[in-house]
């Protein structure tokens, strides 16, 4: 028997590696003897491209889990020529490098950091690819780190070694560091405190575009997961495409296994686990987004500056503070402005901070010719709370009541104004003088039906927060069941002990009770004989499941509010409140004030329907842009009218009218008709008879013509 002395190239003797390695040592050994020659040839000339050397590495990378004893020095030599030459080795040789680095730490053969560590130095070469192929396997290996469970050790030594990324002169270092701790965050991977404080450091940057990736970060929604409902249907279409692919194609063997390949893919991605939405703001884990002075800090300011001392002169000098200085200060574009404020706004709203001087700096923008004023009178809402003197928000008012509400702007510009004041004073309602606001609500009966609906609201608004503060005409009909409500003076607060309009539902004990008779014990007979000898009429109580039926809840009128209050504390103490109750309460307040009484005082049933985004907007403390925006106009030339108008100019003309297709009802179709419903194959032989002439024929033809008409006439 002849055995084959062919030499094996290296894919082969990689193969035969990886299927048995204690066979192929020598081979393997001698490999590794011939790429330490070239390693030597290389450090000569690094700058120059070796096919060899490249190939040489690339193998050895590819089996080194088979021989670690042998390999041992592999990595170090990598890190070495990128840590040396970084920036003279050629762009495929980098690359290589890389990826052979990034296979060794697959095999966990190189220490997570270490490589991090290397690669965030290749970030200054100027090799556009490699950065975005460094950046995407940033994030892919720390997910892979803890994809299994969080692995602490390696989170907090890659967290370190980012925050000292972020102290980095160069600015793509900068970036870089900051988009993969935002990823990560939007990830759900590194959500804890110390990676928003170390976002929030990026904000003071001296670059633009490391302080505007910050900014974003804050500004922006949460994105931990996905819209399902988007994700579902792109997935159902995707399986469509598939599959009417299939059926339209030959169907082979290969094409049918490629299909359920697919397939399989498909629905392994729908039973994929989904990772759980991080519903809580980065905005609520910054740490003392005012500020507190070394004395109250005391013996923690040195466990802080033990952690984390760059986060120190955050906490000493008050984030909200030092943003507005930056803000002042800056000379960025318009749109790293915009953000600024954004941010600025959002914390003074959540956190309810006092930051008097930020109000006299958004006057400067309440024009109706700035840009993005919108934007800029949503971040003055946000920024108003109850904490707020109500003179520092006073002058913000009539600067819109003059900018703004004037019958000099358009009806839009007006309906802006005054949903920007109903937004200010919603959180600060305080703020309004008395004086202003009688003015704004004669707007009621302006020609322009958007502005008169923002009127209206504003209306509305000061029904329900401090009606005293307007004429009697506008505080509209109090009904049985509305209680007079108190204006409450600056600093007070209004803490109940139970859950307004829990009354009308009935407290666990009733239920039980209730529930436990049956339905004959709760009918109350009407037969017995001295009921029918006294001959007046029974007043019979309707229960509230009956009144929840009708879809209405509402209590006993002759109640007393002192006993309503009583009882509502009774419920809501011995009541656990589901969504569904919670709605009701809701839906009931809401009926009670717009929706009381008639004319004729009958009960009115009204259907409201609720705005969930709306909800988690007030709740946050966060203005949504729909509420200012909010114009209701209806265009001159909407689509409505256009086609009326069509339609009426179609009348009377008959005669231009398309003709019928037959002479009569008994005649049949043309030949040129009966054409349009036959195959292409049955009259392909007529379409080929039917050329059309070029031009250059026409002019032949023309020619000809000219010259046989001038012989004609001579």
Not at 250 to 267: C, E, G, L, P
Not at 401 to 418: H, K, P, Q, S, Y
Not at 474 to 484: M, V
Request: glycine share 4%.
């Amino acid at each position: 028997m002849t055995l084959n002395k062919a030499p094996l190239s290296l894919p082969q003797l990689q193969n035969l590696i990886k299927r048995d390695p204690v066979s192929y040592k020598d081979e393997f050994q001698q490999q590794y003897r011939h790429y330490l020659s070239n390693l030597e040839l290389f450090r000569l000339k690094p700058n120059r491209y070796n096919e060899t050397f490249e190939e040489l590495v690339r193998f050895i990378a590819q089996v080194s889990h088979c021989y670690p004893d042998v390999v041992e020095e592999f990595p170090n030599h990598l890190k070495s020529l990128l840590s040396d030459h970084s920036t003279v080795i050629d762009q495929k040789m980098r690359m290589a490098f890389c990826r052979s680095l990034m296979m060794l730490r697959k095999k966990n053969i190189v220490d997570i950091v270490d490589l991090f560590q290397v690669f965030f130095r290749l970030l200054k070469c100027q090799d556009k690819q490699l950065r975005k192929t460094l950046l995407i396997y940033f994030i892919t290996d720390v997910k892979n780190a803890n994809a299994n469970r969080r692995n602490n050790q390696v989170n907090t030594a890659l967290q370190s070694f980012m925050y000292k990324m972020l102290e980095d002169n160069h600015a793509i270092v900068m970036k870089t560091a900051v988009d993969v701790m935002v990823s990560l965050y939007n990830k759900n991977i590194w959500n804890d405190a110390r990676t928003v404080n170390a976002i929030a450091q990026a904000c003071f940057s001296k670059i633009t575009k490391v302080v505007a990736t910050a900014l974003r970060f804050f500004c922006g929604k949460d994105e931990g997961a996905p819209a399902s409902s988007e994700s579902e249907s792109e997935e159902e279409q995707t399986a469509k495409q598939v599959l009417f692919g299939m059926r339209v194609a030959k169907k082979t063997k290969r094409r049918q296994q490629r299909v359920d390949r697919a397939m399989r893919k498909i629905k392994r991605g729908k039973n994929k686990k989904k990772q759980v939405a991080f519903n809580f703001s980065a905005l609520h884990l910054i740490h003392d987004p005012q500020g507190k002075s070394p004395a109250r800090l005391g013996s923690a300011l040195t466990s802080i500056r033990a952690t984390c001392p760059s986060l120190v002169s955050v906490r000493l000098l008050g984030f909200a503070e030092k943003l507005f200085r930056q803000l002042e200060k800056s000379t960025d574009g318009f749109e790293v402005k915009v953000l600024l404020m954004n941010f600025v706004s959002r914390l003074i709203g959540i956190h309810q901070l006092i930051l008097l001087n930020f109000y006299p700096f958004l006057l400067r923008f309440l024009q109706p010719h700035q840009r993005d004023v919108t934007k800029i009178l949503q971040y003055a809402a946000q920024a108003a709370h109850e904490m707020v003197p109500p003179e520092s928000i006073e002058p913000l008012l009539k600067t819109l009541a003059n900018n703004f509400i004037t019958d000099r702007n358009a009806g839009e510009v007006m309906a802006v104004g005054l949903n920007a004041a109903r937004e200010i004073c919603s959180r600060c309602p305080l703020a309004m003088p008395e004086d202003l606001l009688s003015d704004l609500v004669l707007y009621k009966n302006h020609r322009d039906k958007s502005v008169k609906l923002a009127a209206h609201s504003l209306i509305l608004l000061f029904r329900d927060v401090n009606p005293e503060m307007l004429h009697k005409k506008f505080r509209g009909k109090p009904g049985a069941e509305t209680e007079p409500r108190k204006a409450l003076t600056f600093g007070e607060s209004d803490a109940k002990n139970y859950i307004p309009g829990a009354d009308i539902l009935p407290d666990e004990e009733a239920a039980a009770a209730s529930g436990d008779k049956p339905d004959d014990e709760k009918w109350e007979s009407c037969s017995d004989e001295d009921d029918d000898s006294s001959g007046e009429w029974i007043d019979i109580s309707h229960s509230d499941e009956e009144a929840e039926k009708d879809g209405t809840l509402q209590p006993n009128a002759n109640v007393n509010p002192e006993e309503r209050r009583e009882k509502a504390a009774q419920v809501s103490q011995m009541r656990i409140f589901t969504q569904e109750d919670l709605k009701k309460l809701k839906q009931f307040e809401i009926q009670k004030q717009i929706g009381a009484t008639t004319s004729k005082g009958k009960r009115k049933s009204v259907e409201v329907s609720f705005d969930d985004d709306e909800d988690e907007a007030k709740i946050s403390g966060l203005v949504s842009l729909k509420s200012i925006e909010m114009v209701h106009k209806k265009r001159r030339h909407d689509k409505e009218s256009r086609l009326a108008t069509v339609m009426a100019g179609r009348e009377g003309r008959e005669e231009f009218n398309k003709k019928p297709k037959k002479k009569c009802d008994g005649a049949s179709l043309s030949n040129k008709e009966k054409r349009k419903f036959k195959s292409f194959m049955m009259i392909k032989h007529k379409v080929q008879l039917k050329h059309k002439r070029s031009f250059r024929d026409k002019q032949i033809a023309l020619r000809d013509a000219l010259v046989k008409q001038k012989k004609m006439k001579h």
